[in-house]
């Protein structure tokens, strides 16, 4: 068993929806990769493709800090056939900048699919009944995560699929069904189970055998119920900062990295905390969180 553990930018604030406006006020590229590697992580995440840099700025990054790319996040709409055919340009884009920064030296990193939702999805965080794909539904779906993952293999890469609050593969019935509909593995990530209406300890025995990426993340149930509540989207959920700092949230997280080892896991684990950031996000703390989050994990992986 041989764990590498990698943090990730959304955790600093930074991904694909924060707003512009934003990024000016938190860490940037060198500050993120430099806070990780000082609390002792070994990888990275891409974030949005391009906040790394590209080519041999990228290299130069990765190089200076001594991570690792651990993954990217590569969304598609895989549940419409014509906006799938349209996207797949972006999927080839981001596979040219995992196939710039990859060392043959590391562990090597997992393009990460995840679906894309809609509206009626993205406004119902939690699922909800009549929403799920069946049928041809269901296996036109199938069908283009198998395109998407032949190109990624092409490259060299081998896939892997997040489960993802707000899309098609959500809930623990959802992701059966796509594992039994696709060969591609799994990215088990705790807090989106969690938010997905998923017991994680369950969920890891329960599709252990067709995990090949961790994303450890901690969630605050009574966050997403609000949001429910007063019938709130995704975007509502990470506004309200229900990911939360490893331990302080409702995850098991002792319970799921002792199973994690009994089953001799061998990968990734990267450390999310996603963050909408606001005027008032404190880059302090978040840098703290993320020094916070590691010692946790390591002084459990000693145990």
């Given at each position: 068993?041989?764990?590498?553990?990698?943090?990730?930018?959304?955790?600093?604030?930074?991904?694909?929806?924060?707003?512009?406006?934003?990024?000016?006020?938190?860490?940037?590229?060198?500050?993120?990769?430099?806070?990780?590697?000082?609390?002792?992580?070994?990888?990275?995440?891409?974030?949005?493709?391009?906040?790394?840099?590209?080519?041999?700025?990228?290299?130069?990054?990765?190089?200076?800090?001594?991570?690792?790319?651990?993954?990217?996040?590569?969304?598609?709409?895989?549940s419409d056939d014509a906006r799938f055919a349209a996207a797949l340009p972006g999927l080839d884009e981001a596979l040219a900048v995992f196939a710039d920064a990859a060392d043959p030296r590391a562990r090597p990193p997992k393009p990460t699919l995840a679906d894309s939702g809609d509206e009626r999805r993205r406004a119902n965080p939690g699922g909800g009944a009549g929403l799920s794909l069946t049928g041809e539904r269901l296996a036109a779906f199938a069908r283009n995560v198998g395109v998407a993952a032949r190109r990624i293999r092409d490259r060299g890469f081998e896939p892997t699929f997040h489960h993802h609050v707000g899309t098609y593969v959500e809930t623990p019935d959802e992701i059966d069904a796509f594992l039994d509909a696709c060969d591609v593995d799994l990215t088990f990530d705790t807090g989106h189970l969690l938010l997905g209406g998923g017991d994680p300890l369950a969920g890891w025995r329960r599709w252990s055998s067709r995990i090949n990426h961790v994303h450890l993340k901690d969630a605050d149930l009574a966050v997403l119920q609000a949001v429910r509540a007063r019938r709130g989207s995704m975007v509502d959920v990470w506004a309200s900062r229900g990911f939360v700092a490893l331990g302080e949230g409702d995850l098991d997280v002792a319970g799921i990295v002792a199973a994690v080892q009994e089953d001799g896991y061998d990968g990734w684990i990267v450390i999310e905390q996603d963050v909408l950031p606001t005027a008032d996000t404190s880059t302090t703390v978040l840098e703290q969180d993320q020094v916070l989050n590691i010692t946790r994990l390591k002084e459990l992986l000693k145990r």
């Open positions: 068993m041989s764990i590498d553990i990698a943090g990730a930018p959304v955790s600093f604030g930074v991904f694909e929806l924060t707003d512009p406006a934003a990024m000016a006020h938190l860490p940037g590229p060198d500050r993120v990769v430099e806070v990780l590697a000082g609390a002792g992580y070994t990888g990275v995440d891409l974030g949005p493709v391009g906040f790394l840099g590209r080519s041999e700025e990228l290299r130069e990054r990765l190089r200076r800090s001594g991570l690792a790319l651990c993954g990217g996040w590569i969304d598609l709409p895989f």
